[in-house]
């Protein structure tokens, strides 16, 4: 069964710009969820996608969107790039059941540096 | 109430020691208890998890305790290895299904 996939793997942008990140589930997976990493503040939520819905929404501002496809594929949408935006952005897909006893499967992430 | 209060921030243990990673949460409505693994480059990977009825939960050389009165919980690593080098998270889930995250313990096992 192939793993989750993001891509890019890597991106460079400048502030100011917008970027879109894609993210696919292992098959079967219903729930898809993002977050943004870096060394100093750990994991952050960004927002979960169940059944082309979103579930759950952590504390980012409106910059930061997403959606969720018919086929489960996601997508993260983040505008009007700020430096602080730099991190790796990380996607996870879970189960069938829709609870959060399903684990979380994570992708490599992509990278976004913001210069 | 949402946090869940992960310490030490980072650990260096000599090979074959015990590394022991503390949480803690407030929100008695938690009800399941996992901790992920996290190698350089890679996403993170579930380790083990627990469940509240249970004090203690083992899975090869990893083991939770579950102090349910205390609110805490934590991670052991027996006989631990260099391979182990890593940084853990623990987390817990809320009612809505999100899990609340830890802000992780980066572990080094010294050879």
């Known amino acids: 069964k192939a793993g989750v996939t993001q891509t890019p793997r890597y991106l460079i942008k400048t502030r100011g710009q917008q970027v879109t990140l894609s993210c696919s589930p292992i098959?079967?997976?219903?729930?898809v969820s993002w977050y943004q990493q870096t060394p100093g503040q750990g994991l952050q939520f960004l927002f979960e996608y169940f059944s082309e819905t979103q579930r759950n929404k952590g504390n980012f501002p409106g910059r930061f969107s997403g959606r969720q496809f018919s086929n489960s594929r996601s997508e993260m949408n983040v505008s009007t790039l700020e430096l602080g935006d730099s991190a790796l952005y990380l996607c996870a897909s879970s189960g069938t059941s829709g609870r959060a006893e399903d684990t979380q499967y994570f992708g490599p992430g992509t990278r976004l540096t913001v210069l | 109430q949402q946090q869940v209060k992960q310490s030490p921030q980072s650990l260096i243990v000599q090979k074959g020691g015990i590394p022991i990673i503390n949480c803690a949460y407030e929100n008695t409505a938690f009800d399941y208890f996992p901790w992920y693994q996290q190698f350089p480059g890679k996403g993170p990977a579930l380790l083990i998890a627990?469940?509240?009825d249970v004090s203690e939960k083992k899975e090869g050389r990893f083991t939770i305790s579950f102090n349910k009165s205390a609110k805490q919980f934590s991670l052991h690593i027996m006989d631990s290895q260099p391979g182990d080098s890593a940084t853990y998270f623990c987390?817990?889930?809320?009612?809505?299904?999100?899990?609340?995250w830890g802000a992780g313990t980066k572990l080094i096992i010294k050879p």
């Open positions: 627990i469940r509240p």
């Open positions: 987390a817990a889930t809320d009612s809505n299904y999100q899990l609340i």
């Open positions: 098959s079967g997976h219903r729930s």
